[in-house]
C-alpha cells in the first residue's frame, strides 16, 4: 500500500515497479514492457500512468482532490514475445487540509433568555461545514468566541462526532447589569490549513437578548447582632436593615417572631426601634426576623436574622433569701453556732458578683454580731460576745453588691436568742398545744353535762307519774272478792 497527498504536483513520483525474465540477457526475449491495465475504482479522468520502459508508477492528474480516498491498479509486465505476468498496487490518497470551515450563516439570532434562566441551558446548537475527508483532523473543527464574552458568560461544548457546537449559559444572567450580548465565533481546523486562509465565512456573530424578570429584594446581611443597654429610652434606633430592589422597586420591611412587641420597624426605612425600655433580667437576648417585601409583589421577598443583646447594668439591689423565723442562737455562745444567710443579686455577675454583709457601725452590735462570709452569696452571723441575754433582737445589716458604684439593701433581721441546753438547744418551758382544752374549760364543760342529764331524767319521771295511777290501799284490796276460773 502507497500514500500519496491529494494535491500533489502531476508527475509526482508514487512507485517503481520491476519484473525479471529468465530468458537469455544478450537477447530481446528479456526486454520488458510495463502497462496499466486496471484502476480501481474507475475515473473519468486519467489519474496514474506507468512508464512503458522503467515501471515507474507516477501522477497523472493535476490534482487528486475529489477523488476517492484509495485505488487498487492492477500493473502487467509483458516481454516481446507477449509472456506477461501482473502485480497489484493499492495507492491511498492522503486528505490534506485545503478547505477551511464556512459557516451556512454569517449572523444568528437574536435568541431571548429570561434573566432566571438556568445555568446549563442551551440558547442555541450550530456548525461550520469542512469540506475535508469526514473524521480526520483536516475536517475536524475547533470553536471558540472571538469577543462578546470577557466575562465568561457563556461556554462551548463541540460534538466531535457531528462537528455541531452548542453555545450554552455558564453564569447567572442579570438584565440590569447586561441585557445584550454579541458574541462573534470562530471556526478553524485543529491542524494547519494548506495553501488556503481562513476567511469572514469561517467567523459568525451570535445575538442574545436578555429578557426582564420582576426579581425580589436582595439584603446587605443574611444575620444582624445588634447590642444595647437595659433600660434605654424606647424609641431609640438599635439598627437600620439595608436591602435593595434589582428592578428598583420599593421595598416594605417588616417583622416576623417579635412576640412580646418590643421592637419596631420602618415600613420602608428599615429603622429597627425599641418599642419599649429592655430588662435584661427578663430576657438578655431576643432573635427575630426581618422580611423585604417586593413593594409591588409581595410574594417576593427576602429575610434575615437579628439578634438583640440586652447588655446588662446595675438596676438591681441584692436581696436577702429565706424565712429565718424559726431558727434562733442559744446563749452561753456555742462556738460553731451560726445562722446561714442567703443573698441573691438579679443582675449579672459584672454588677453582682461578690455580695458584701456587714454590720452597722453602731457599738452595741458589732460587740453582739459578728458576720463571717462563705462564699459570694451566703454569710454566718452569730454571737460575738459568750453571754446575751435571752430574747428577741433586731439585728442591723447591709448586703452590697460589688459593682462600682454599689447599690445595697439594708436589712434589720428579728434574731431569737435563748438559754442553751446541754445540746445546744433552746431550754424552754412546754407551751399549751394550740385547740386543747385548759383544766377550768374542762370541769366546767363537765358539770354542765351533767346538769343537762339530770333535768332530762327529772322531766321523765313526772312524765311517768301522770301516765301511771296510785294503786289502791291494801284494805281495799282485801275487800274484792277474788275471782277463779274453772
Not at 500512468?49 to 487528486?64: E, T, Y
Not at 450554552?168 to 458574541?183: A, C, G, N
Not at 428592578?247 to 418590643?262: A, Q, V
Not at 454580731?369 to 452571723?381: A, F, K, M, Q, S
Amino acid at each position: 500500500m502507497l500514500t500519496g497527498f491529494q494535491n500533489s504536483p502531476p508527475g509526482t513520483e508514487i512507485l517503481t515497479v520491476q519484473a525479471a525474465d529468465n530468458d537469455d540477457p544478450k537477447t530481446d526475449n528479456v526486454r520488458i514492457f510495463y502497462r496499466l491495465v486496471s484502476q480501481v475504482p474507475e475515473s473519468p479522468r486519467a489519474l496514474f500512468r506507468v512508464d512503458r520502459d522503467s515501471g515507474v508508477i507516477s501522477l497523472q492528474a493535476d490534482s487528486m482532490e475529489g477523488t476517492a480516498p484509495q485505488y487498487t491498479l492492477t500493473i502487467t509486465a509483458e516481454d516481446a514475445k507477449g509472456l506477461n505476468s501482473s502485480c497489484t498496487v493499492v495507492v491511498k490518497v492522503q486528505d490534506e487540509n485545503n478547505n477551511p470551515p464556512v459557516f451556512s450563516q454569517h449572523e444568528y439570532g437574536p435568541f431571548h433568555l429570561p434573566e432566571d434562566a438556568h445555568v446549563g441551558s442551551t440558547v442555541t446548537a450550530l456548525s461550520a461545514r469542512d469540506g475535508d475527508e469526514r473524521g480526520g483532523d483536516s475536517w475536524l473543527v475547533d470553536y471558540r468566541l472571538e469577543s462578546g464574552n470577557e466575562e465568561e458568560v457563556f461556554t462551548l461544548v463541540t460534538d466531535r462526532q457531528t462537528n455541531e457546537v452548542s453555545l450554552v449559559l455558564d453564569k447567572v444572567l442579570d438584565f440590569e447589569r447586561e441585557s445584550e450580548y454579541i458574541l462573534v465565533l470562530s471556526a478553524q481546523n485543529p491542524v494547519a490549513l494548506v495553501r488556503g486562509r481562513y476567511g469572514p465565512a469561517s467567523t459568525a456573530t451570535v445575538s442574545i437578548f436578555v429578557d426582564d424578570v420582576n426579581e425580589g429584594p436582595v439584603l446587605s446581611q443574611s444575620h444582624y447582632e445588634v447590642t444595647i443597654r437595659e433600660g434605654e429610652e424606647p424609641g431609640r434606633v438599635i439598627a437600620t436593615i439595608r436591602g435593595y430592589d434589582p428592578d428598583s422597586h420599593p421595598i416594605r420591611y417588616c417583622l416576623r417572631g417579635d412576640t412580646k412587641r418590643y421592637f419596631s420597624i420602618g415600613k420602608y426605612s428599615g429603622e429597627l426601634k425599641t418599642v419599649q425600655a429592655l430588662d435584661r433580667e427578663e430576657n438578655s437576648t431576643y432573635t427575630m426576623e426581618v422580611v423585604a417585601e417586593d413593594g409591588r409583589n409581595s410574594s417576593l421577598s427576602a429575610s434575615t436574622l437579628v439578634t438583640v443583646h440586652i447588655l446588662d447594668v446595675n438596676d438591681n439591689s441584692p436581696v436577702l433569701v429565706g424565712d429565718y423565723s424559726w431558727k434562733y442562737l442559744c446563749t452561753p455562745r456555742w462556738e460553731d453556732q451560726a445562722l446561714v444567710l442567703a443573698s441573691r443579686d438579679s443582675d449579672g455577675p459584672q454588677h453582682g458578683g461578690r455580695l458584701n454583709f456587714s454590720l452597722s457601725s453602731d457599738a452595741t452590735v458589732r460587740h453582739n454580731w459578728r458576720l463571717t462570709p462563705i462564699n459570694d452569696t451566703h454569710t454566718n452571723l452569730s454571737l460575738n460576745t459568750p453571754n446575751l441575754a435571752p430574747e428577741v433582737y433586731t439585728v442591723p445589716f447591709t448586703i452590697s453588691d460589688s459593682s462600682s458604684p454599689p447599690r445595697s439593701t439594708f436589712i434589720s433581721l428579728p434574731v431569737t436568742v435563748c438559754t442553751c441546753n446541754v445540746r445546744g438547744n433552746c431550754r424552754t418551758a412546754a407551751k399549751q398545744l394550740q385547740g386543747m382544752p385548759t383544766v377550768e374549760s374542762t370541769v366546767g364543760i363537765l358539770l354542765g353535762t351533767l346538769g343537762v342529764i339530770g333535768i332530762i331524767l327529772i322531766v321523765v319521771f313526772t312524765r311517768m307519774s301522770y301516765q301511771n295511777p296510785k294503786p289502791p290501799s291494801k284494805v281495799s284490796q282485801e275487800r274484792v272478792p277474788l275471782k277463779f276460773s274453772l
